[in-house]
């Protein structure tokens, strides 16, 4: 069995013949399978298109991406793919749309998973698709993606539209579809909280690469948080530190036990991202899990 959901090496994409125009660029990582994966980043990071890579609706510029050990296209029919606007049929009505996901899905779907998706929203299965809204539209471009019975979810930005309550029940659904299935989950969004709780593993995107990849505790734990006396903070490599008076905070990447005049904590993943997205320059953090094993993606 394939123990890889996404691989890529040096993987790059631009929209453009523009030398200054890469979506993504030399982004090279492995994604195991069976995690719940946050791939966070500030806008125009590079999400959607890593994302559309990954689900064979973008070819690489350069690179190559694979997906469950076959390229994006022959796996296709194990990929569950939620865009970001969410495009569904406006004519169609619930039940029509999820017919039709049975009918494009012989043998792997389940109308039963994909129809108690809609019946937790209180959505009536004879209600056109023009006339929900945006969050009751992301709960049936869920379900259709849902009842596929996909190896990999790719979701872009799923929750966005959602209130408090449907975001809370709907991430339950879909952490409940993927225990029960083994589900690999990639999941981008920009709302920390959404993520915390329910992912296990993070990709940081940002400025087109990958900058941070791995399990999200690992991650967390490599770096510590330093308060104190203004001091040389060798061997450790700081990711931002700032300074008041003879007083320093900072975040760094531990090389070894932390030994000085210190008071150490460890980071929160909003601190350690924030600290991360204010310096670009920081080196870029895989954990061995995370670390692309062949030197081209592209065939198994
Ligand atoms: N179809 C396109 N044509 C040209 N450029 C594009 C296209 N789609 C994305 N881009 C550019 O590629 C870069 C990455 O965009 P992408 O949508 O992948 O970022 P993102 O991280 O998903 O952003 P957001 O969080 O705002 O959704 C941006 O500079 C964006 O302007």
């Not at 209180?122 to 929900?132: A, G, I, Q, Y």
């Not at 300074?243 to 036990?257: F, M």
């Amino acid at each position: 069995m394939n123990d890889t959901a996404i691989e890529t090496v040096g993987l790059g994409k631009r929209y453009s013949r523009k030398r200054s125009s890469w979506a993504l660029r030399d982004c090279s990582f492995r994604l195991p399978t069976g995690r719940i994966c946050a791939l966070v980043g500030p806008n125009g990071a590079g999400k959607s298109t890593l994302l559309a890579l990954a689900a064979g609706l973008l070819r690489p510029t350069e690179g190559t991406v694979s997906v469950l050990g076959r390229t994006p296209g022959e796996a296709r029919e194990l990929i569950g793919y939620v865009a970001q606007d969410k495009p569904l049929i406006p004519q169609l009505s619930i039940a029509d749309t999820l017919r039709m996901g049975q009918e494009l899905n012989p043998g792997r779907w389940d109308m039963a998973a994909a129809e108690r998706i809609v019946a937790e929203g209180k959505l009536d299965p004879s209600e056109r698709v023009r006339s929900l809204s945006g969050g009751q539209r992301t709960r049936v471009a869920l379900a259709l993606a849902l009842g596929k019975r996909p190896e990999l979810m790719l979701l872009d930005e799923p929750m966005a539209d959602l209130d408090p309550l449907a975001r809370h029940q709907l991430m339950g659904t879909l952490m409940a579809e993927a225990a029960e299935n083994g589900t690999t989950v990639v999941m981008s969004s920009h709302v920390l909280t959404e993520l915390e709780g329910s992912c296990d593993y993070l990709l940081l995107v940002d400025g087109g690469r990958v900058r941070l990849g791995g399990e999200t505790e690992d991650i967390v734990a490599a770096h510590t948080l330093l308060t104190g006396p203004v001091a040389d903070l060798a061997p450790h490599t700081v990711i931002e530190q700032r300074t008041a008076g003879r007083g320093l905070t900072a975040l760094v990447r531990r090389d070894g036990p932390i030994e000085g005049p210190w008071e150490t904590a460890e980071p929160s993943l909003e601190e350690l991202l924030l600290a991360h997205l204010r310096s670009p320059d920081a080196p870029d953090l895989l954990t061995p899990s995370a670390e692309h094993r062949t030197d081209t993606a592209v065939r198994a």
